[in-house]
């Protein structure tokens, strides 16, 4: 059979032979490779090929040797043409020139091929040739065929799962990975052991959570978080309102001369708190609640203009000033946690129900809420305060005011909740000062000490907002009772005023509101603080005299009846 043959052209340097062409001729049967030329004879390397020759999937040549030294033309592993072959030649130390047109139009039959490495000495060692193109296939197809079978088999040795007994291996896993969670670390036992945390501190630092075994922390979302955690503490929300307009429930007037005539009663000259019933103002109100109202925006956009426009704070100064005047602090998401540390001045509310009661630490960092400011008192005897009130960070005490911000009306109920932990929980520890200054006076708690015991509240969804005020209930027969056997009573929260600020009117109705609570906080309540720690360091503080003088019982307001000194032992 005459052999097939295959002729092309290479480009030879000149060093190799002063012919610039060479015959390569590859036999197929034979798969022997020859090269002939003037200079050389013959290869030295056989190798073997595939046949047929010339396989598209396959290289033949990757680079002819000439006496075991690497030909200069040769293509690189794996690129698909001829690159520009530029080497330095062992022999003459010569660079080669970039390859002619010539060479360049024989870079589609290159790289058609594929390089095989006959410099490779596992390849030039190979005497056995190597396998047809179909026999190759048929191998592969072999190795599949028998990988795939392993593999069944291997599948087929894994025994079944139960997904229920999985489930359970899950769930006893994350138990006890939860439950590491709640032991009590040395560090925790030491920060016990070291005393009652201060009042002063920026956050309390004390356990309250409940041991390993205990029932579960309620949240604020839970939807029996009323009747596990509010109603066995006593707090109650009347179905009905009881007040509309401002005025008529704190029995005041409305000033002449508007923001001056509030700075004057409330003896604060420089407290800017209060707001104005211009018709610049309101009108700018409506308007800007008009636009988020249709644009719906987000609460974020509703709570910053609320607290730049209608609920502002007063300037505030690093150190107390000389005039002392009333002034409020108004804190945004303030973290107080109360404590049920010996000496603690800010508990939470006691159980007064037994029933479905679950535990809850009180931690309800309010949207925004106002307190007095330390700096409205004698600096010399502030030190004292912690003795009897709760001050946060040697600045504020007392807190009167609440407010909490959502953004449309599914959250309603959420948000009455925060408001009544948080006033919940101011009013039953200052309703404890009031005892304290009572067994410290040997008086009797009757129904005057409850008419400043309160605390307010404003809820804004949207334009939407009603105002709640949180008191004390009624204690059985109103008779007084002595201070030792005083319990807490629990509150109440009623609905106060409905509204919103889509409208003039409704505008006007919120900014009297928000002043009179003010007034109240300033004139009322701010005072009857003020007393109340005053009598207490009068009495118990040794050389330490207040601005009650010897006179102080003169001006108690509800001073008017006196426990026996029978009766107080």
Not at 251 to 264: F, I, L, M
Not at 353 to 370: H, N, S, T
Not at 460 to 485: A, M, N, S
Request: hydrophobic letters at 30%.
């Amino acid at each position: 059979m005459d052999p097939k043959h295959i002729e092309f052209h290479i480009k030879v340097p000149d060093w190799i032979s002063q012919t610039t062409e060479t015959h390569l001729t590859v036999y197929s049967t034979s798969t022997t490779l020859v090269m002939s030329t003037p200079r050389i004879s013959s290869l030295s390397d056989h190798v073997n090929v595939n046949s047929p020759y010339l396989d598209p999937s396959r290289e033949i040549l990757d680079q002819l040797t000439m006496n075991g030294r690497p030909h200069p033309l040769k293509s690189a592993s794996g690129s698909k043409s001829l690159k520009n072959n530029v080497t330095q030649s062992r022999v003459g130390k010569r660079q080669f020139s970039q390859p002619t047109k010539r060479q360049s139009a024989t870079k589609n039959t290159t790289r058609a091929l594929q390089p095989l490495h006959l410099s490779n000495p596992r390849l030039q060692q190979r005497t056995t040739p190597v396998q047809s193109v179909s026999s190759y296939r048929r191998t592969q197809s072999s190795k599949i065929q028998t990988t795939a079978k392993s593999r069944a088999q291997t599948r087929s040795t894994v025994p079944s799962t139960n997904p229920k007994d999985t489930e359970d291996l899950w769930s006893t896993l994350r138990q006890q990975k939860m439950s590491g969670y709640s032991r009590e670390t040395e560090a925790s036992k030491n920060r016990v052991k070291v005393g009652p945390a201060s009042n002063t501190s920026r956050t309390a630092s004390s356990r309250t959570s409940a041991v390993p075994g205990e029932t579960k922390k309620a949240r604020l979302k839970d939807a029996d978080f009323r009747g596990k955690v509010l109603l066995p503490r006593g707090v109650g929300f009347p179905s009905t309102g009881e007040f509309s307009d401002a005025f008529a429930h704190f029995e005041t007037h409305q000033p002449d001369n508007g923001v001056a005539g509030y700075r004057e009663i409330a003896h604060g000259y420089h407290t800017e708190v209060w707001l104005s019933t211009s018709e610049q103002l309101v009108r700018e109100v409506v308007r800007e609640y008009q636009y988020m109202q249709t644009e719906q925006l987000c609460e974020a956009e509703f709570t910053t203009y609320a607290k730049e426009t209608l609920l502002r704070r007063d300037p505030r100064f690093p150190s107390y000033e000389e005039a002392r005047e009333w002034r409020t602090e108004r804190m945004i998401e303030l973290v107080a946690k109360p404590t049920t540390s010996p000496g603690s001045r800010w508990c939470p509310p006691p159980v007064t129900i037994q029933a479905d009661i679950a535990e809850y630490d009180f931690d309800v960092r309010p949207d925004c809420q106002y307190w007095l400011s330390v700096r409205s008192f004698n600096p010399s005897y502030t030190r004292l305060f912690s003795r009897y009130v709760y001050v946060h960070n040697d600045r504020i005490t007392c807190p009167y005011f609440t407010i909490e911000f959502k953004k449309d009306g599914t959250t309603v109920e959420l948000a009455q909740n925060q408001v009544a932990v948080a006033a919940t929980v101011a009013l039953y520890n200052r309703s404890l000062l009031k005892v304290e200054r009572l067994k410290l006076t040997k008086r009797r708690w009757t129904g005057k000490h409850t008419s400043s015991l309160r605390h307010y509240g404003v809820i804004l969804h949207g334009p939407v907002y009603t105002f709640w005020c949180i008191r004390l209930k009624e204690q059985g027969p109103r008779e007084p009772i002595f201070p030792h056997d005083w319990n807490w009573p629990g509150c109440d929260m009623i609905e106060a005023t409905p509204g919103n600020l889509l409208t003039a009117p409704n505008v006007e109705h919120f900014i009297h509101w928000v002043n009179e609570i003010h007034r109240w906080g300033l004139t009322v309540y701010g005072p009857s603080c003020q007393k109340d720690i005053q009598f207490c360091i009068e009495r118990r503080e040794k050389n330490v005299r207040t601005s009650l003088g010897e006179s102080y019982h003169d001006l108690d307001p509800d001073s008017d009846i006196e426990v026996d000194e029978e009766d107080a032992r």
